[in-house]
């Protein structure tokens, strides 16, 4: 059993996840660079670069709330704005395999805004809660 995930917080579990995930992204992108420079121009490597450290930047997470509920809690997190929109996700995470684990990723509801009515009647999209799991109805088709 592992005994650092029988001490870890909610809190710690979601830091850690969120520190991990930046640094796999910037190890990806050193490891693309190093593949696409064999390959690309000096001019498209210059751009690629660019668009990889500001993709790096706009997907930074930072953890801004968390609830826990006993043996399960939501966190939110948030992203730098795209435009003028807050990026806004909420993980729903529990005890389980001897330690935290992510079982559900949802965004804030691109119909309602994160507001759950839409013309004073609830949202149909997320049914009035203001989130959404997107990539859970990929797996449904």
Same mark, same amino acid.
């Given at each position: 059993?592992?005994?650092?995930?029988?001490?870890?917080?909610?809190? $710690? +579990?979601?830091?850690?996840?969120?520190? $991990?995930?930046?640094?796999?992204?910037?190890?990806?992108?050193?490891?693309?660079?190093?593949?696409?420079?064999? +390959?690309?121009? $000096?001019?498209?490597?210059?751009?690629?670069?660019?668009?990889?450290?500001?993709?790096?930047?706009?997907?930074?997470?930072?953890?801004?709330?968390?609830?826990?509920?006993?043996?399960?809690?939501?966190?939110?997190?948030?992203?730098?704005?795209?435009?003028?929109?807050?990026?806004?996700?909420?993980?729903?995470?529990?005890?389980?395999?001897?330690?935290?684990?992510?079982?559900?990723?949802?965004?804030?509801?691109?119909?309602?805004?994160?507001?759950?009515?839409?013309?004073?009647?609830?949202?149909?999209?997320?049914?009035?809660?203001?989130?959404?799991?997107?990539?859970?109805?990929?797996?449904?088709?």
């Amino acid at each position: 059993m592992n005994r650092e995930a029988d001490t870890q917080t909610a809190r $710690e +579990f979601m830091e850690s996840y969120l520190r $991990e995930k930046a640094d796999l992204m910037k190890l990806d992108n050193k490891m693309r660079g190093g593949f696409e420079g064999k +390959f690309h121009s $000096e001019e498209i490597m210059r751009h690629v670069s660019d668009l990889r450290r500001r993709n790096e930047d706009l997907n930074r997470e930072v953890l801004r709330e968390i609830e826990v509920d006993g043996g399960a809690a939501k966190a939110v997190t948030t992203k730098p704005p795209v435009g003028e929109r807050e990026i806004l996700l909420r993980y729903h995470i529990r005890m389980a395999e001897g330690g935290w684990k992510i079982f559900c990723i949802e965004s804030v509801c691109m119909n309602c805004n994160g507001s759950s009515k839409i013309t004073g009647a609830l949202c149909c999209i997320c049914g009035g809660t203001g989130w959404k799991d997107y990539a859970l109805e990929r797996f449904k088709e």
